[in-house]
């Protein structure tokens, strides 16, 4: 049953990887903005069910409750009133930006939290899972299902909403969306504010099954960037597939080689998709 249990573990993993990367390929695809601090808000949201698991009691279910809109006002707030100065200037002048307001976020939980290791663990804890020699643990299994979910919401925005379909028309072509009477700076900023609710309720469910620390937030962009490169760009499907595979080729991976070769792995597989799929599982070839 080794096997079947590394798949299951990899499975959990891929749907975790998928929502920490959709709303980074939501903001890449559609502002042409590598937001370096979507990690850290990923780390802001597990401080965030932290502190209001031990402070106030609140269950880590009910508060992605409330980081959704909390996430969704910051996001919103720092594109508006920051990157949108910047959002026509070159890629390298918003990557340098969102860069010093990573290290602005990052040092701050740094010196309100320290860079000590914190766990979320659930008094009473919810048990183990067993079905045909499987084991999964229900708060495991739980963030997978809240991960899956989220993740779909975000693609029924996108597909069915009147502002989703404006974020569309803003990716696919710009000019002709402002045409059309969509309002692109107000749309720009909508995105960026999706992008962030995605990473702070993605944080909340890490919170249960990893420990956490402002030191993790750079392990969290890179997977988001490997993801977003494996599935495709500013697609949420392709967040998916990408995220699947590679949480599946990790756990494969940590049998085969070790769990410390996790990282190797994920950017061996980046690297091998630059050169023979750049355009990733989902993307089309061309398209940006």
Partial sequence: MLIPQVLLNGLVLGCLYACIAAGFSLVWGVLNVINLMHGSFIVLGSYFAWTAYNALGVDPWFTLIAAAPVFFAVGYAVQRGILNRVIAAPVLVTLTLTFGLDL?????????????????????????????????????????????????????????????????????????????????????????????????????????????????????????????????????????????????????????FGPEHGMTLSFALLILFLIFRPHGLLGKRGFE
Avoid: H, Q
């Fill in 104 to 256: 602005i976020l990052n040092n701050a939980m740094i010196v309100t939290f320290t860079a000590d290791y914190r766990k979320l663990i659930l008094d009473p804890p919810l048990g183990v899972a067993e079905l045909g020699g499987l084991v999964l643990p229900w708060d495991r299994a739980l963030a997978m299902a809240f991960a899956l979910v989220l993740t779909f919401v975000l693609y029924l925005i996108l597909r069915r909403s009147r502002m989703g379909r404006g974020i569309v028309a803003v990716r696919l072509d710009r000019d002709a969306a402002r045409l059309m009477g969509v309002n692109v700076p107000s749309t720009y900023a909508i995105a960026f504010g999706l992008g962030a609710a995605m990473a702070g309720c993605a944080g909340v469910l890490l919170a249960m099954i990893f420990p956490i620390s402002p030191l993790t937030s750079t392990a969290y962009l890179g997977k988001a960037f490997v993801v977003c490169v494996l599935g495709g760009l500013g697609s949420v499907p392709g967040a998916v597939a990408g995220g699947l595979f590679l949480g599946i080729a990790e756990s494969v991976g940590a049998l085969a």
